[in-house]
Every structure is written in structure tokens, then in C-alpha cells.
């Protein structure tokens, strides 16, 4: 089955850059999609298609997506941000289609 | 604008079964499949299964075949999932969520608000 692996925390401090990594193999040949997950809330999307952004989420919100790397990109880091995120793909090959990593939770220090 | 809304917490006892329903509204029902995604407490997101609300088909993943069935009642664009034979690992929040996109780049647009089940003796 195919296999998502996100760092399980990162921490940063109000105003930096935060970057959450999601990797798995050849995951640049996939779409990679995220979701912000407060705590008691469901998940929200925030990026889809590997980079694009629905409507309402902010434009410090950024994605990208190459080789066996996909990475979810915060600036200007802010209290409200901190919650859990996660990836998520579509894999032909797992029967877990719908394939969801670990989660990452962001602390903003 | 497009919401589900999910029935309330149950809690039950091993053995038992555990229906959730999810009732769609803002947009066509039948046009979209509905997922169901479960969440233990303090893991991650587990996906479940889908089905189409247009022809009833459905899909799980193989973890809950067997345990898990899923339908709908179109005439009031609400879509159900039922587990069986409750363990009480199966103690989670459970999503409905609106599948958007081509099957290879798809993703969900819109969730429920969960639901808690606790099995429990």
C-alpha cells in the first residue's frame, strides 16, 4: 500500500515560514491535496491539485509538489494556523485508495 | 452554500451496530459520491469508503468489508454509513465528506462535522 509520511510536529515562532513535508514514492507523479484540522473541528481544505487554493484561504498558504516531496509552505506564520495538517493522494495501487499521511501538527511558539 | 450535517453521538456496546446518516444540502446530492472517513482519537484520518448517491454503488476499503455498509436516501439527499460487530477500536469521529475532482487528482471539498462513536461495555 502507499505509504504517507509527514514529521509528526514542527514549531514556529508568529511571522516566520513554516514548511510541512509530506513524502512518498514518486509522489511528484500524484495530485497531493491538504487539510487544516483544528482541535474538536473537521478537516478544512486548504490546498489542492498540489499547489492551488480554494477560495477564503489565505494567499500564505502555498504548496508544492516534485520528486518524492511534497511540501505544504506557511509565511508569515500566525497564532491561528496552529492546528493539525495533512496530506492526502489518490493511489491506484493500495486499497486504501484515499490515502491520507500521519498528520502533522504545527505549534506556533 | 454547499453543507452536511451529520446525526449526533451515539454510544454503544460491543457487538452492536452504529448507523450515521449525513444530509446534504446547497448543491445536487446525486452529483457528487460521499465518503466516510474516521478518525480514533488523537490519530489520523482513516479512509472508509465511498458511494454514489446517483446508482447506490458503493466501495470500501477492504480493513472494514464485511462491517461496513453505506447507502443513501435520495429523495432526501442523505447518505448513511452503518458499522457492525462495534469493537471498541472502532471508538472515532466519523466524516462525511464531499468527493470533488477526477478519481487520480480528486480530493474532499466539504465535511461534515463528525460524528463520536464510543463503543463501550
Known amino acids: 500500500s502507499y505509504v504517507l509520511t509527514q514529521p509528526p510536529s514542527v514549531s514556529v515562532a508568529p511571522g516566520k515560514t513554516a514548511r510541512i513535508t509530506c513524502g512518498g514514492n514518486n509522489i511528484g507523479s500524484k495530485s497531493v491535496h491538504w487539510y487544516q484540522q483544528k482541535p474538536g473541528q473537521a478537516p478544512v481544505l486548504v490546498i489542492y491539485y498540489d499547489s492551488d487554493r480554494p477560495s477564503g484561504i489565505p494567499e500564505r498558504f502555498s504548496g508544492s509538489n516534485s520528486g518524492n516531496t511534497a511540501t505544504l509552505t506557511i509565511s508569515r506564520v500566525e497564532a491561528g494556523d496552529e492546528a493539525d495538517y495533512y496530506c492526502q493522494v489518490w493511489d491506484s495501487s493500495s486499497d486504501h485508495s484515499w490515502v491520507f499521511g500521519g498528520g502533522t501538527k504545527l505549534t506556533v511558539l | 452554500q454547499v453543507q452536511l450535517v451529520q446525526s449526533g453521538a451515539e454510544v454503544k456496546k460491543p457487538g452492536a451496530s452504529v448507523k450515521v446518516s449525513c444530509k446534504a444540502s446547497?448543491?445536487?446530492?446525486?452529483?457528487?459520491?460521499m465518503h466516510w472517513v474516521r478518525q480514533a482519537p488523537g490519530q489520523g484520518l482513516e479512509w472508509m469508503g465511498w458511494?454514489?448517491?446517483?446508482?447506490?454503488?458503493?466501495n470500501y476499503a477492504q480493513k472494514f468489508q464485511g462491517r461496513v455498509t453505506m447507502t443513501r436516501d435520495t429523495s432526501i439527499s442523505t447518505a448513511y454509513m452503518e458499522l457492525s460487530r462495534l469493537r471498541s477500536d472502532d471508538t472515532a469521529v466519523y466524516y462525511c465528506?464531499?468527493?470533488?475532482?477526477?478519481?487520480?487528482?480528486?480530493?474532499?471539498?466539504?465535511w461534515g462535522q463528525g460524528t463520536l462513536v464510543t463503543v463501550s461495555s
Open positions: 465528506a464531499r468527493l470533488v475532482g477526477e478519481m487520480a487528482t480528486s480530493y474532499f471539498d466539504y
Open positions: 458511494i454514489n448517491p446517483n446508482s447506490g454503488g458503493t
Open positions: 446547497g448543491y445536487t446530492f446525486t452529483g457528487y459520491y
